[in-house]
């Protein structure tokens, strides 16, 4: 029932227009409807409210460890660039797995906050890209690679030049999109678990935070906040969670 439950939650807070829907809370970042109300919308929402292992988080006095390098076997895939409503996502139709652990995660989606979510020693970058992945038992994986500003990103070149400007909106990309080309040259990363940060929040998720950043410029950061200005959870608290480094 716990996979069930984590996969029900991916598929509303992430994959989907569900929102939309008449049974749907609307929820959002602003002070109405926003992150300190999301516990309280509806039961499905509690884990915002009282969960352990929320995120995102503050990332300082990490452990060293002798953390296994990330097994990436990503490939260009058919991709969908969506405007759902909380933020453009792309959706890969076969993009590679992430093996972690022994277990195979499918590469199914990535999505931007700005600024970016985790922060580390209490600085954020100017947004991160989320990269979901999903095990065929329903677990979650997600890899945050933070973005700074600096020189353009050609490999998000195609998504940040086809942004769907309205809710709902869809672009397919003609060329498709291998996510290799979003990771940083240095692979090192935090190791955590955590929650969506979305609602519903729900925890059980294996984050892995990249170190290093990749560059956007000044005009692809304006691109995406003249859609979305800002769509990050606060920082949530750590609660005595391992967080390793490597």
């Not at 195979?104 to 992945?133: N, R, T």
């Amino acid at each position: 029932m716990k996979t069930r439950s984590i996969f029900a939650g991916f598929i509303l807070a992430i994959a989907s227009l569900a929102q939309a829907a008449d049974h749907a809370p609307h929820w959002g970042y602003g002070a109405e409807h926003g992150p300190k109300e999301w516990g309280d919308m509806e039961a499905d929402f509690a884990s915002c409210k009282v969960g352990r292992e929320q995120s995102p988080i503050d990332i300082h006095n990490a452990t060293k460890a002798a953390l296994p390098a990330l097994d990436f076997r990503y490939r260009n895939s058919a991709a969908e660039v969506v405007n759902n409503g909380h933020t453009i996502q792309v959706n890969l139709t076969d993009g590679g797995v992430l093996n972690l652990d022994g277990v195979a995660y499918k590469l199914v989606q990535f999505h931007f906050h700005s600024p970016s979510e985790e922060e580390i020693d209490g600085k954020p970058q100017a947004m991160v890209a989320h990269l979901v992945h999903q095990s065929a038992d329903g677990k979650l994986a997600v890899v945050a690679v933070l973005l700074a500003e600096g020189g353009a990103n050609a490999s998000l070149g195609p998504v940040f030049d086809s942004l769907p400007q309205h809710e709902g909106d869809k672009k397919a990309l003609s060329a498709g999109f291998n996510a290799s080309g979003l990771l940083p040259g240095t692979r090192s990363y935090y190791k955590f678990m955590g929650s969506l940060t979305t609602p519903p929040c729900s925890e059980g998720v294996h984050w892995q935070v990249m170190k290093q950043p990749v560059e956007v410029s000044a005009a692809q950061i304006a691109a995406f906040r003249k859609l979305y200005k800002m769509n990050a959870r606060p920082i949530q608290p750590s609660n005595g969670r391992k967080v390793e480094e490597g």
